[in-house]
């Protein structure tokens, strides 16, 4: 073949290539005219590639992404797809930049049959031995069936479009997203594949580039919005800058909601109570949050509004995921805290750094329907209206027992702040908390999961 039939091949080869989804994604994926792929002739028998791979920048930071080929056998994975997928990680994991999954894909070439196993199996060791190490985003564009599941699952934040399917079976059945939402697998909702990758644009955005960089500061406009002080919604809307929470697995654990924002800039994790009783998913939900958090040094900002939890497990969990975590911890109790609550989201338990109340808070080690019934009972005796005698207990028993100024007294909070004074009391305690460190007992990991 003469220079001239090789020049005109891979000409002819990069033009094919262009008009794929896969290449098309990762063109929407990174900036302008800045992505180079890797391994661009690393395939399976002698058709086009079923994944492209390769490295770019998203607003000028570094990111390697890979996206499977549905255009060629369906981006069915082969032993050439993993490999390829793979060097992104090894690549990613040398230079500390974070990692695109873009899922789009029927299944396993079965002529590989065992292979695939070994095949699967790297992926996976790689996607979660850098997992903490680098933000891994997977964005599930199409089909994500069986094995491939279970690496995008891994990931630290998944994105579903609604041509998505995701699921483990392999049979077609299930897994479509409001599935998928409802059980909490997805984080982030598109209409379309392009609208999921502008998310996971947006996201990149918002994180460091790996556990040991900073994430990035931008300019910011002061939140407009006001809130009711009861719904968490209003409050993150009003506390922080303007237009900049998203929000993470909103159709589960409703108990809680939980995502990243900007404050003053800089991108925090928020968790916000939204019920009075947090269930097991709410407290799943908000465990993933704070450790991901965590895990990139981003601080976690939590709002307190909650009189029980509901599962001891996850409750245990929760409170683990609190404590473990060393990056800057700043709660606000903007209304009831009690028992368990108080300690697994504002108390010593929680290893919180600082813990506001609003003058609305009410903090106390029982729910004060419970404890003036228990303590001042003999305050009832011979009443002649009991019912309205114990509502008025109850109402003492929280003016006087469980207000914040007590608590606040007794050092159980550090300060009670005026709703409006809010965020820039956040502000100042994130600046006094940037050069936060903690050193821990040496061990390989918590065995409370």
Same mark, same amino acid.
């Given at each position: 073949?003469?220079? +001239? ?44 590639? +079923?994944?492209?791979? *390769? ?51 029927? *299944? ?120 009711? *002080? ?220």
């Amino acid at each position: 073949m003469s220079i +001239e039939s090789k020049l005109a091949f891979l000409q002819e080869t990069k033009a094919a290539n262009a008009q794929t989804k896969a290449y098309q994604r990762l063109q929407l994926l990174f900036d302008e005219g800045t992505f180079v792929e890797i391994d661009s002739f690393t395939k399976s028998g002698d058709g086009r590639a +079923e994944a492209a791979a *390769g490295f770019g920048s998203v607003d000028g930071c570094p990111v390697y992404a890979f996206a499977q080929n549905s255009d060629v056998e369906g981006g069915a994975m082969s032993k050439a797809q993993a490999a390829k997928i793979c060097k992104v990680y090894e690549l990613a994991e040398k230079t500390g930049a974070p990692v695109v999954g873009i899922y789009d894909s029927i *299944g396993a070439r079965l002529n590989e049959s065992c292979e695939m196993l070994a095949a699967y199996g790297d992926v996976m060791l790689k996607a979660n031995n850098l997992s903490g190490v680098v933000p891994q985003i997977a964005v599930i564009a199409g089909p994500c069936l069986g094995a491939s599941s279970m690496i995008a699952a891994a990931a630290d934040v998944v994105i579903m479009s609604e041509d998505g399917q995701f699921a483990l079976q392999t049979n077609g059945e299930g897994g479509d997203l409001k599935e998928a939402s409802e059980s909490g697998l997805v984080h982030l909702t598109a209409k379309d594949d392009k609208e999921a990758v502008a998310k996971a644009r947006e996201l990149i955005t918002l994180l460091p580039s790996n556990n040991l960089s900073g994430a990035p500061i931008t300019d910011f406009a002061d939140s407009a919005a006001e809130t009711d *002080g009861e719904s968490g919604a209003s409050i993150i809307a009003a506390v922080m800058d303007q237009d900049s929470f998203i929000e993470f697995q909103a159709g589960f654990g409703a108990g809680f909601i939980t995502g990243l924002a900007k404050l003053g800039g800089n991108t925090v994790g928020v968790v916000a109570s939204e019920e009075k009783t947090a269930d097991g998913k709410a407290c799943e939900k908000a465990a993933r949050l704070v450790r991901f958090c965590d895990a990139f040094a981003i601080p976690v900002i939590t709002f307190v509004n909650a009189e029980s939890f509901c599962c001891i497990k996850a409750a245990c969990k929760l409170t683990n995921a609190y404590a473990e975590a060393t990056t800057a911890k700043i709660s606000v109790i903007t209304g009831e805290a009690y028992g368990a609550v108080y300690m697994a989201l504002a108390g010593a338990a929680a290893g919180v750094d600082v813990a506001y109340a609003w003058p609305t808070a009410s903090i106390s080690a029982l729910n004060p329907t419970t404890a003036a019934v228990m303590l001042w009972s003999d305050k009832l005796k011979g009443s002649s209206n009991p019912t309205a005698d114990r509502a008025n207990l109850i109402a003492e028993y929280k003016d006087q027992e469980a207000c914040p100024f007590k608590a606040a007294g007794d050092g159980f909070v550090q300060d009670v702040i005026e709703p409006s004074e809010t965020r820039l009391k956040l502000y100042a305690a994130l600046d006094m908390l940037a050069g936060k460190r903690v050193t821990r007992l040496p061990k390989k990991h918590a065995n409370n999961l």
